[in-house]
């Protein structure tokens, strides 16, 4: 069964961190976009997707995620994933999402980049 | 995991395979999930797109079904396009569509499309003009169709032969519960349109209706209570709807899964016959054949835990992911490990099932099998039986199982019994555990092992039917017979 998802966003003028505790299902989608609105109604060219490194996420989260990515392409932003499983490393290699998101260990990594 | 069981892996398939495959696999099961519990068309389709545009990693998609009769779509979802350019796009498609079906256009509303640069059609140019890769048809009845188009993916990769078969298991998987829910949907307008006739009968003339349908000696009529009458009738009619639609899932069921068992395949040189006979309505067995080569099959049969439509509905899920699993080559031990997985984390701890899966090579004349915790099939040859009893666990009680295979040589008139444990189990009741059991089949199939197998298979039927005769049929019964020319 899939745990419940709670979602947090977190803003600088930097960075905009959405903090994705749980599984990420279809039930997330509404709370999913309503975060990155809230998220990115300033000039931040850069999206964390914080996931809590237990969270799994199903091919309907796989779509959220693709549904933001180009979201944010549109607008020039890029987007950024914490947090992630090996194995849901591999199921994003695998649908392409690696190609246009980057994976990193820390927030502090995309600071210093 | 040892090491025995880290060269099989290793024998034709990656880690990078496994977890794509499991994934394929848990999309198909969750989806069912998702889809089978939904109320409405509109939400169907959303959800199904929903899961296509993830499992595949495309940049946008579109899903619609048309009426017969009806000028607008009768729902369509779309994602990762405007609505406006949707709405445009299924104008146009079924114009298209139309076409093709009166033979005005080239090509097939059947089929499935793949945008190529040497196809031109109007099809074609549709695709290209909003961008879509891939086109899959929906056929819910005859009054209802439509389809899937996929565009882009992320990966830039094309569809894959592997990708296109779990797209269209998972359009059929669409299609059933769209046909329930388009049901259910009609049953409802008649509700509608019934509710109103009772309430102008109500106004102008009430208790009529009433006084007719309820008993005379009904104490409420009796006492002249009004209102607990109208509440029973109420209370029967709701019944009554809902007897209706318990009726119409269950013959949907059997539909489906008349459907899905396949036709005795022709394999050079071996002819095969099988039946499947459900104790209820519908069944918790199947049997299936997958064409793998021209001179090659794979054949399977299993036996899900459980009666009715919640077993039913796992044997469907179960016959999907072994096609899926099958068209991949993987080797036998391989395919029963995966399935088993797949059981294991997505039944409950109280579902399993048995499971008998060989590969036939007719070129070779090779009979590869691997037996899931299913009773042995057996091998008559020179009238002698041989059982098949190599394998592992049953599927869906341990989350690693490993499993061995054996390769029998086929000689000419070899027959092969493969079959569920409803044929040895005929014939017992709550009072007696009496039953048909192996002994009688070994001698059932020894004694006409000269007959062509689809008379061998008739006779074996007569036989367990003649000793079960009288007695209610508790469990699914089903056989496959294969018999080597000679």
């Not at chain 1, 060219?45 to 549904?67: E, T, V």
């Not at chain 2, 146009?92 to 499309?113: C, I, N, T, W, Y």
């Not at chain 2, 068992?261 to 309505?281: K, M, T």
Request: hydrophobic share 40%.
């Amino acid at each position: 069964m899939h745990r419940e998802c709670k979602i947090n966003v977190h803003k600088t003028d930097q960075l905009v961190i959405i903090e994705v505790l749980g599984d990420l299902t279809a039930a997330a989608e509404n709370a999913m976009d309503a975060a990155y609105h809230e998220g990115c109604d300033n000039n931040a060219r850069n999206i964390l997707i914080k996931f809590d490194g237990k969270s799994r996420i199903n091919s309907a989260g796989i779509a959220i995620m693709i549904d933001l990515v180009i979201k944010s392409q549109e607008k020039g932003r890029h987007i950024f994933m914490s947090g992630v499983s090996e194995h849901f490393q591999k199921i994003f290699k695998l649908v392409g999402l690696t190609k246009y998101t980057t994976i990193v260990a820390s927030e502090e990594e995309i600071r210093n980049v | 995991m040892t090491s025995e069981a880290e060269n099989r892996y290793a024998d034709g398939f990656t880690e990078d395979a496994l977890v794509r495959r499991v994934y394929y696999l848990n999309t198909l099961y969750e989806l069912n999930q998702e889809i089978s519990t939904l109320k409405d068309a509109r939400a169907v389709l959303g959800a199904s797109l929903l899961y296509l545009i993830g499992v595949f990693g495309v940049k946008r998609g579109l899903i619609v079904i048309y009426k017969a009769g009806q000028a607008q779509p009768h729902e369509f979802a779309h994602r990762g396009m405007h609505e406006d350019t949707a709405i445009n796009a299924v104008r146009q498609l079924k114009r298209h569509l139309e076409d093709m079906a009166q033979g005005h256009s080239p090509g097939s509303m059947r089929e499935v499309f793949v945008v190529r640069d040497d196809i031109d059609s109007p099809m074609a140019a549709w695709l290209k003009d909003y961008q879509f890769r891939v086109w899959l048809p929906l056929e819910i009845d005859e009054q209802t169709w439509g389809g899937i188009a996929l565009g882009e993916r992320l990966s830039e990769m094309t569809f894959t032969a592997e990708e296109l078969e779990l797209l269209s298991t998972i359009a059929l998987n669409i299609q059933s519960v769209l046909n329930n829910v388009l049901l259910i949907e009609a049953l409802h307008q008649s509700v509608i349109k019934e509710t109103r006739i009772r309430n102008v009968f109500q106004r102008y003339a009430p208790g009529t209706v009433i006084n007719e349908v309820l008993n005379p000696s009904n104490e409420a009529l009796l006492l002249g209570d009004s209102q607990a009458v109208r509440r029973m009738f109420d209370e029967m009619i709701a019944r009554l709807e809902e007897q209706h639609t318990l009726e119409q899932d269950l013959d949907l069921a059997h539909s489906v899964q008349a459907y899905l068992l396949a036709e005795p395949p022709h394999i050079p040189g071996i002819e095969v016959a099988a039946r499947s006979i459900p104790a209820r309505s519908v069944c918790g067995d199947f049997y299936d054949f997958i064409s793998l080569n021209p001179y090659e099959v794979g054949v399977s049969l299993a036996d899900v835990s459980g009666k009715g439509v919640s077993a039913a509905m796992i044997a469907m899920m179960l016959q999907a992911a072994t096609r899926m699993c099958v068209g991949s080559y993987y080797p036998i031990p391989a395919i029963l490990a995966i399935l088993n997985r797949f059981m294991f984390r997505h039944t409950e701890p109280t579902r399993f099932a048995t499971m008998f899966y060989a590969q036939v090579n007719a070129q070779r004349h090779t009979f590869t099998y691997s037996s899931a915790g299913h009773p042995p099939a057996m091998l008559c040859r020179n009238g002698v039986i041989q059982l098949l009893e190599k394998g592992g666990p049953i599927v869906g009680v341990f989350e690693q199982c490993l499993y061995d295979q054996e390769t029998i040589e086929l000689q000419p008139q070899d027959v092969l019994v493969i079959y569920s444990d409803g044929v040895t189990d005929a014939g017992v009741t709550p009072e007696t555990d009496d039953a048909f059991g192996e002994e009688r089949l070994e001698a059932v199939v020894v004694t006409y092992a000269s007959l062509p197998a689809h008379a061998l298979l008739d006779k074996i039927s007569d036989e367990v039917a003649g000793y079960a005769s009288g007695h209610k049929q508790f469990d699914d019964i089903t056989l496959i017979i294969m018999k080597v020319d000679g």
